[in-house]
């Protein structure tokens, strides 16, 4: 039973503030590990092709912490859990750099993606309940530009303790230090109410098609975003639009127009319909891709297409998840479902992208985003005008 329905009042700004600075954490672990991977191998005198397994047990750990912290907001208090995550996050984070066999340290990653998974589902659960009575596409927008804003100072903090130390533990350690002051913080913070149904009712049956749908399109969007990401700096470099300097910077020019997009997506949902927003971007999505595609051969438009890309995806998945939050009664198992459907997505589109590169060649990328786009459009479209029957009571 949740037993969120705290006495004491809740403070909404302290709530949210909380929040954002538990995704900033989440996003500053994440985006370190990439850059960190070199060392990690040496460390654990592993070769490239074994120190991989890291991301494979990373993302194992993030899909089921995502589906069990689920399960967990709904049954136990969220602020609390958001604590036990933070530590856990803090600690396996701390010993990741420092291990010296290969088991030890995947053994680290998974416990660190496991509360990765929930801590993300809270976040994300609890800001909804904190601002069901309002508007939530600016909260759940700013959560997610907070993410990115971690991944993107985290990499300038790891360059700056490379040029002081030797070693890239301190930028770990950092991290986790700036981690226990929010565990103490959240275990103290007063409960956020669970969403209620129209009857007052915070435990509700599940509406299946509904939330498959949603499944699908966080599956299909997640893959696409992290397919393309992955992949335009070697699709640049294969087909010889871009040097390794120069596809370096459209990577990078990719994931900055993203977080701009992420920034601009907090002030575009105060003036239009969640809905309407996502139609937008998805159409704006497959316009960019198709700029790529048309002309396969011009290095301009493939920059044209990447920025133009992440302008449009950034605010795909907040946005998605604020729909979610005003036709269905949201719970943390529905959202543990939704960011399962994105791991399993952030995981599959780049394989079969791989694969498709050596199979078919690096043209291949973009069709294949652009068909998962389109996909997108089809389950959101279909979700938007479904009807969808609320449970009553007797």
Not at 86 to 109: D, E, H, K, N, T
Not at 135 to 147: C, E, M, S, V
Not at 213 to 231: D, K, Q
């Amino acid at each position: 039973m949740n037993t969120s329905t705290s006495s004491q009042p809740v403070n909404k700004l302290a709530l949210t503030a909380a929040y954002y600075l538990s995704i900033f954490m989440l996003g500053s672990f994440t985006s370190v590990a990439g850059p960190a991977l070199p060392s990690l191998a040496e460390n654990t005198s592993s070769t490239l092709d074994q120190i991989s397994l890291f991301f494979v047990l990373g993302a194992l750990g993030y899909l089921l912490g995502s589906y069990f912290g689920g399960q967990a907001y709904d049954r136990f208090p969220g602020n609390r859990i958001m604590a036990a995550t933070l530590l856990v996050i803090a600690i396996s984070g701390a010993f990741v750099p420092i291990l010296r066999q290969l088991w030890l340290l995947l053994l680290a990653q998974f416990m660190l993606g496991l509360a990765q998974g929930a801590n993300d589902v809270g976040c994300n659960t609890l800001l909804l309940w904190v601002h069901k009575d309002k508007g939530t596409g600016p909260y759940i927008n700013g959560l997610h530009f907070f993410f990115g804003l971690g991944a993107f100072i985290a990499p300038l903090v790891l360059a700056g303790v490379l040029s002081l130390t030797d070693g890239i533990q301190w930028v770990f350690w950092i991290f986790a230090l700036l981690s226990l002051p929010l565990v103490i913080w959240f275990w103290r913070l007063p409960e956020p109410r669970a969403q209620l149904d129209s009857n007052g009712n915070e435990r509700t049956p599940m509406p299946l098609m509904p939330v498959a749908l949603l499944v699908l399109a966080f599956v299909l969007y997640v893959g696409a975003e992290v397919g393309f990401g992955n992949w335009i700096y070697t699709y640049a470099l294969t087909l010889g639009l871009g040097t390794a300097i120069t596809s370096a910077y459209l990577t990078s020019a990719f994931w900055g127009t993203f977080t701009v997009g992420r920034l601009l997506g907090v002030w575009i949902s105060t003036h239009l319909r969640s809905a309407t927003i996502l139609f937008v971007d998805l159409l704006g999505c497959l316009a960019s891709l198709g700029v790529i595609m048309l002309w396969g051969d011009s290095a301009l438009a493939l920059w044209a297409g990447a920025i133009g890309l992440g302008l449009f995806m950034a605010s795909v998945f907040p946005t998605t998840l604020v729909l979610a939050g005003e036709r269905l009664n949201i719970t943390g198992a529905m959202t543990g479902w939704f960011l399962f459907g994105g791991g399993t997505g952030g995981m599959i589109l780049p394989w079969v992208i791989g694969q498709a590169f050596v199979g078919i060649g690096a043209g291949a990328m973009p069709t294949i985003i652009f068909i998962a786009v389109i996909l997108n459009l089809l389950s959101i479209a279909v979700f938007v005008y479904l009807p969808i029957k609320h449970p009553q009571t007797v």
